[in-house]
């Protein structure tokens, strides 16, 4: 058994929570901090906040005795060998990240100092925090050799926190300091020798590797670039076959065996490359911006980011317009949503294109009827129940009486629908799929006028014919 490290979090949101948990996994002796009193009494109670596989049963494991949680930072930063910094970046109005929050906890961090420790910045933040965090440090007092600060960005998806924090494709930590890269080599010791992957009861990956992740030392700058670039990215993977699926509907092509054929070279790569209704969520909307705004203010010209947001914005609207044909008017229809969430396996509204078309389609003058397996009663506290949205018990339940059903989000119960029941309960079996979970020929078996993402829509007068008996 290797050495245990004493470890402080800060932060109890996605990343630092599951961080916190996943090192107590790894055999760590973790405090994690919030300052948020409410929140660090439901996780001391065993309430895991937010909606992620394994989460549960690592808190019920570890809660008050391998990890503890407490609004004491002070407290946890004396303990400590390494402080991970994981609270919020949110996003500025200029698209830059607010780094309010990093800033506070750094120099409380300062103020409570006295032995050395390693503070790692987990949450993403442009390049050059790190060299800020040392000048906050230093201007509280705190001399070099007391402390230093490495750039360990977290690559974990949510939906798949647990698994991904466990299984890494790799492990970046930018430091320039041979001290502080043996502490972060020892608290990620159990995964790049493999010892976890063999341990009984381990937490399988998303996606299994043969070989154990490999630890990358880089810079600090570079580690800080390697984050936000790899987010951007994927955005823009995801943004250039939302832009082919266009290309594809004008010109009667299908995406699906497009973005196939891309993906069988092996230097695409198939994933990241499904259309949809755009990107979203808590990292890919601000990471764009802070990185586009990054490279503003450091004079290079990356307008390629720009229109990676434009198309993410634009799928939006197509769909919309697509609501609108598909219906002629959207005025007084009344439509069924499935999908409330940013993507599927997560309760997370946040920067959702769901949210967001939900918003315009009342804007237009639709009343919706809405299910979402896990993100209703976030998204009730954003738009409560009122004549404008209802919010139902299961997808037939949503599509009681509609005039077309939406299927907004990915998730894969969605994908699992009686579609002759659905039909039954649709005023019109029409269905507008934003994430493409259905084959368009299945569709036609039953009798379903189905619009979906870079593919053909077909009618064929059998269809036409049955909405219009049920129109009469
Ligand atoms: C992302 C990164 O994947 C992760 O590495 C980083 O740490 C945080 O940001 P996450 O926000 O959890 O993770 O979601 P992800 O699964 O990457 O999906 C982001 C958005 O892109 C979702 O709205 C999803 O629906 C959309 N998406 C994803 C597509 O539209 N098409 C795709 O092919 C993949």
């Not at 949510?158 to 502490?183: C, K, Q």
Request: glycine share 6%; hydrophobic share 40%; proline share 5%.
């Amino acid at each position: 058994m290797s050495d245990s490290i004493h470890i402080a979090v800060v932060g109890s949101g996605y990343v630092g929570l599951v961080a916190a948990v996943c090192f107590a996994e790894m055999g760590h002796s973790v405090v994690c901090v919030d300052n948020d009193q409410q929140k660090v009494s439901a996780l001391q109670d065993g309430e895991s906040l937010i909606h992620e596989k394994h989460l549960p049963e690592l808190l019920q494991r570890y809660r008050n005795a391998r990890v503890r949680f407490t609004t004491d930072l002070s407290a946890a930063t004396r303990e400590a060998q390494a402080i991970f910094i994981a609270v919020g970046t949110p996003q500025s109005e200029t698209g830059d990240a607010d780094l309010s929050y990093v800033e506070a906890v750094a120099s409380e961090i300062a103020r409570s100092i006295t032995t050395y420790k390693v503070i790692a910045e987990k949450s993403t933040v442009p390049v050059y925090t790190n060299e800020w965090i040392r000048r906050v440090m230093e201007r509280n007092g705190v001399s070099r050799e007391m402390f230093d600060v490495v750039s360990n960005p977290e690559f974990l998806r949510e939906g798949t926190a647990v698994s991904d924090f466990l299984h890494p494709d790799r492990i970046v930590v930018g430091t320039d300091s041979d001290r502080a890269a043996d502490i972060m080599s020892r608290i990620y010791e159990p995964l790049t020798t493999g010892r976890y992957y063999a341990k009984a009861g381990a937490i399988d990956g998303a996606c299994n590797h043969d070989t154990p992740p490999p630890l990358l030392r880089t810079s600090t700058k570079s580690a800080e670039i390697i984050k936000h670039a790899s987010n951007a990215f994927l955005a823009l993977k995801i943004s250039f076959i939302n832009a082919v699926s266009n290309l594809c509907e004008a010109a009667d092509a299908d995406v699906e065996q497009v973005a196939q054929g891309m993906g069988l070279d092996s230097r695409i790569g198939p994933r990241f490359l499904r259309p949809g209704i755009g990107y979203g969520g808590s990292c890919f909307p601000k990471d764009v911006a802070a990185f586009r705004s990054v490279a503003e203010q450091l004079g290079v010209n990356f307008a390629l980011l720009t229109e990676v947001e434009n198309i993410n914005a634009d799928q939006k609207r197509r769909f919309l317009n697509k609501v609108r044909s598909a219906l002629w008017t959207l005025r007084g229809k009344k439509l069924g949503v499935l999908g409330l969430a940013f993507k599927g396996g997560t309760d997370d509204i946040r920067d959702s294109p769901a949210i967001e078309l939900v918003r315009m389609l009342i804007e237009e003058g639709c009343s919706i009827r809405a299910f979402d397996p896990a993100a209703m009663p976030r998204a009730e506290q954003i738009l409560p129940p009122s004549p404008e949205i209802q919010y139902a018990s299961d997808p037939y339940d949503a599509s009681n009486d509609v005039d077309a059903l939406l299927i907004l989000t990915d998730w894969a119960e969605f994908a699992r629908l009686d579609l002759q029941r659905l039909s039954a309960a649709m005023r019109f079996p029409i269905i507008l799929d934003g994430r493409n979970l259905y084959d368009p020929e299945l569709m036609l078996e039953n009798e379903i006028t189905y619009f979906s993402v870079g593919r053909p829509t077909r009618h064929h007068t059998q269809e036409l014919a049955t909405v219009a008996s049920r129109s009469r």
